[in-house]
C-alpha cells in the first residue's frame, strides 16, 4: 500500500507576484492551473452578475437613442482609426 504525504503549504503573495510567477511556467502547468479553476468557476452566478450588469447599463443609458450611441460609435472609431493612422506614418 502506498502513502501519500499531504503538504499544506500559506504563501501570502501580492496578485502581481502571483502572476508574474504564473506566466513563467511552463504551457503544460498553464493548463493544469487553468483547468483546476476552471473546476471551481460557479459559471450559473457569473452569468447571472453578467446579466445584471448589462440590465443596470441599459436602465441608465435607457434615455439615450440607438442612433445617438451609433452616431457616437462611429465618430470614436473614425478617431482612433486617425490616430492609429498618425501613429503609423511617424
Do not use: C, G
Request: aromatic share 4%; hydrophobic share 40%.
Amino acid at each position: 500500500m502506498h502513502e501519500i504525504e499531504v503538504t499544506t503549504i500559506r504563501l501570502d503573495l501580492p496578485l502581481d507576484q502571483l502572476k508574474n510567477a504564473l506566466r513563467k511556467l511552463p504551457p503544460q502547468e498553464k493548463i493544469a492551473i487553468w483547468r483546476l479553476l476552471d473546476e471551481e468557476l460557479d459559471r450559473p452566478a457569473i452569468a447571472r452578475r453578467f446579466a445584471a450588469s448589462v440590465e443596470s447599463v441599459r436602465k441608465a443609458y435607457a434615455h439615450i437613442s440607438e442612433e445617438e450611441v451609433i452616431k457616437d460609435a462611429v465618430k470614436a472609431t473614425r478617431q482612433v482609426r486617425k490616430a492609429r493612422h498618425a501613429k503609423n506614418r511617424s
